[in-house]
């Protein structure tokens, strides 16, 4: 494999429901390009994966959010799941973490519910993006432009719809983590 990613630290900011594939799939896509993955949470222990329909498998958490200082990562990542992004964005200290990600242009790539986090972070106004269907709306009302792609990318911005776009979410998102930061993910962090 190709270690595009070799000396990059990615935090996986989630808690219990994340969507079981939306984690271990990007993480082990991030590990094999090299990068150091950490689990960031609200709490430290372990968090259950929700797996299509039931509790999934659990992993280990890292770092706390009051452990973890975004400036020690290059990149976010933000699987979904229903209950995952819907307790996360609820939390200021989460918003906080996220919004300093876009504040120094690092990528972030979210997946399925997960934008519902950025709306929070008020961090989506101006934005291409897709999420799962159902966010549709609550992006649009945030002031997004919601398209119906499997992959979208806005300035370092990394969004797709579920776990079947998981392949071509790992693949950009890796690219733009590569690349580095981005001055259109400032702007956006800017805007409000």
């Known amino acids: 494999m190709n270690k595009t990613l070799e000396g990059k630290r990615v935090a996986v900011l989630a808690t219990n429901g994340f969507e079981q594939s939306e984690l271990f799939e990007p993480k082990k896509a991030l590990e094999d390009a090299g990068a150091v993955v950490k689990i960031v949470s609200l709490e430290s222990g372990e968090i259950k994966g929700w797996d299509k ?3 999934g498998k ?3 958490v890292d770092l ?3 452990e973890a200082n975004a400036d020690d990562f ?3 990542h933000l699987p979904g799941g229903v209950m995952n992004p819907d307790l996360l964005r609820t939390e200021e200290k989460v918003l ?3 919004k300093s990600f876009f504040d120094k242009g690092k990528p972030v790539a979210a997946i399925c519910h997960a934008p519902w986090i950025l709306i929070n972070a008020e961090v989506v106004k101006g934005r291409e993006m897709t999420s799962y269907h159902t966010v ?3 992006l649009e009302n945030a002031g997004a432009k ?3 792609k499997e992959v979208v990318v806005d300035s370092g911005l990394v969004t797709s719809r579920d776990p079947d776009d998981l392949p071509a979410f790992n693949k950009k998102m ?3 983590i590569g690349e580095g930061r981005h001055d259109g993910q400032k702007a956006a962090a800017r805007s409000i």
Do not use: P
């Open 174 to 176: 890796i690219e733009e």
């Open 136 to 138: 549709r709306k609550d």
């Open 64 to 66: 706390t959010l009051d």
């Open 58 to 60: 659990s992993v280990q």
């Open 96 to 98: 906080k973490f996220v």
């Open 53 to 55: 329909k039931d509790w």
């Open 146 to 148: 919601w398209v119906d």
């Open 74 to 76: 290059n990149a976010l």
